[in-house]
């Protein structure tokens, strides 16, 4: 396997910001699992954060799929990922079944698909744009292993607010039309992510209503 690093400026408005993408390992763990704490507050479900044991799963199955962004020596943001045999035919899934509840132990190496675990960005480092660059080094991880896309579902937590007059198919009509911003689909949407299908009970998520659009972004170099 080779390491993933790449080293780069981030813009804190017009101050270049130094920052190294690369895959975490143990020693980021409690890093990590503060990204997490920051990252999805209540009412996010605390039993959803990382726990060491998952970690350890993601850096002894699939490091490629880890990655971190570390600035000023820290870690401040990840991402997570494994491979899975996806068939395009058969959608519905929930985030638990594909992902294992976050441990990965059910990651395949003849997987057709990245699959995206989780993304946090620490809430004082989201102006830097680190979650669009964690994105972008995922796709260049489908490109290397030359898999057939990036896939994962992107929680819908804007909903909430509409779901008392909107459906959730009429809710993501207003999100791609423009009329209306989601924090979470309108980012993957701005990171070259495409929308498939919206699965319901996806995720235990009162913000989303358990919903999440699920979305792709296929291997340029390849024609699935």
């Not at 044991?53 to 494994?82: K, M, Y």
């Not at 989201?126 to 660059?133: E, T, V």
């Not at 898999?147 to 607010?161: I, N, V």
């Not at 701005?190 to 009970?201: D, F, I, K, M, Y």
């Amino acid at each position: 396997m080779c390491a993933y690093r790449k080293e780069l400026y981030v813009f804190d408005q017009s101050r270049p910001v130094k920052a190294v993408i690369r895959n975490y390992s143990e020693a980021d763990f409690d890093a990590l699992i503060r990204i997490q704490q920051e990252s999805f507050p209540p009412p996010f479900p605390e039993e959803l954060w990382w726990n060491k044991e998952q970690l350890s799963e993601h850096v002894a199955r699939f490091p490629q799929g880890a990655l971190c962004v570390e600035i000023d020596g820290e870690a401040v943001a990840s991402i997570t990922s494994l491979r899975v045999h996806y068939e395009p035919e058969h959608p519905a899934h929930t985030w638990e079944e594909i992902t294992d509840s976050g441990y990965i132990r059910n990651h395949r190496d003849d997987g057709n698909t990245l699959y995206v675990v989780d993304i946090s960005v620490r809430p004082a480092y989201r102006k830097l744009g680190l979650g669009k660059w964690l994105m972008q080094s995922l796709y260049e991880v489908v490109v290397e292993l030359k898999l057939d896309r990036l896939l994962g579902g992107g929680r819908m937590p804007g909903y909430a607010a509409h779901s008392d007059k909107l459906t959730p198919e009429q809710y993501m009509e207003k999100v791609l039309a423009g009329t209306l911003k989601d924090p979470v689909v309108t980012f993957l949407l701005r990171c070259g992510r495409t929308p498939v299908c919206l699965v319901a009970n996806y995720l235990d998520d009162e913000e989303s209503r358990h919903y999440a659009m699920l979305m792709e972004w296929r291997n340029p170099f390849k024609r699935v």
